[in-house]
């Protein structure tokens, strides 16, 4: 059986998506696949299941030499399971820059868009089927574009997304500011979480230089939540950045109305970078950084040292 999944960490479009692909492959396709998780969803990804009638899917603990499996949301092998080149991997389809060493066992289907969202691309390459697809199937699509685009405020939205989330919401007669509201306020409410899971909650690793930072990344509509939490949080973060073999954490609290991120500046590491990445001077122990909204678009790739 093809097992589907994204990355660590899954959001909603890395825990909506393999379940999409999944339904592609086994009712459009005639392929026997599942959706697997590789962590648990977040506290948005969990609602977005429970709205629209979805159990969790597994969690995989184990990927046995030769496993097939699709890779969605993703091409980053530091992202992904070990020994995930030793897998019979099928396809990726993603919407992220290309990172490289991934390993096939012959030539497989790859779909890559500079898109604000796997499931739009989705959307497109099951085309005329999606005629064929469950309202829960529509619904975790339209949830999924709803996150990744923040309502259609992050910079990385394009015409493509706005086009066929609106066109999934008129099919299922959905008010795009509802959804987007209620998913919002469940990822805002992370009251239960540790300062480590919050850390490690929405986390990708990023070399700079000779430096490596874990990049962890908290969108809400109520920053002041997290930001409350200051200390405990840079407390947490040099184990953190240990465990995941990082020099240092750099923690954006994205506030989604606002459109703007708090990033946490918690040593000299972090200020020198912060400092020469985005043309501020620090003072403290955090710095407002206004319209930044995306890691993808407006993070990683201006970070420097």
């Not at 692909?21 to 026997?32: D, R, T």
Request: charged share 25%; net charge negative.
């Amino acid at each position: 059986m093809i097992k589907v999944f994204g990355h660590f960490s899954p959001d909603t479009d890395s825990t909506g998506s393999p379940l999409i692909w999944a339904w592609y492959l086994n009712q459009i396709e005639g392929q026997e696949a599942e959706a697997v998780l590789l962590g648990e969803p977040n506290t948005e990804a969990a609602f977005v299941l429970k709205h629209w009638g979805f159990d969790k899917p597994a969690i995989l603990t184990d990927l046995p030499e030769g496993t097939p499996v699709v890779i969605v949301d993703t091409n980053n092998p530091a992202e992904l399971p070990e020994g995930i080149n030793k897998a019979d991997i099928r396809a990726i389809i993603d919407h992220h820059k290309l990172v490289g060493e991934i390993e096939t066992k012959g030539p497989i289907e790859i779909t890559m868009r500079p898109l604000a969202c796997t499931a739009t691309i989705m959307y497109s390459l099951i085309g005329k089927h999606m005629a064929q697809a469950p309202r829960g199937i529509k619904g975790l699509m339209l949830s999924c574009i709803l996150s990744d685009t923040l309502e259609f405020r992050s910079p990385t939205t394009t015409q493509e997304d706005r086009a066929v989330a609106h066109a999934l919401a008129q099919d299922l007669g959905v008010e795009i500011g509802e959804l987007a509201s209620a998913m919002f306020a469940a990822k805002s409410d992370v009251s239960r979480f540790s300062a480590e899971e919050l850390l490690k909650m929405d986390a990708k690793k990023y070399s700079v230089g000779d430096k490596t930072f874990r990049i962890s990344v908290l969108e809400t509509t109520a920053p002041e939540q997290i930001l409350s939490r200051k200390d405990e949080l840079v407390a947490a973060m040099p184990d953190v950045a240990h465990q995941d073999g990082a020099d240092a954490v750099m923690l954006f609290v994205i506030d989604i109305l606002n459109e703007e991120a708090t990033l946490l500046v918690p040593n000299v590491l972090v200020r020198a970078v912060t400092e020469k990445s985005f043309d501020v001077a620090v003072e403290g122990d955090q710095v407002v950084l206004p319209g930044v909204m995306s890691r993808k678009k407006q993070i990683i790739p201006v970070l420097a040292l």
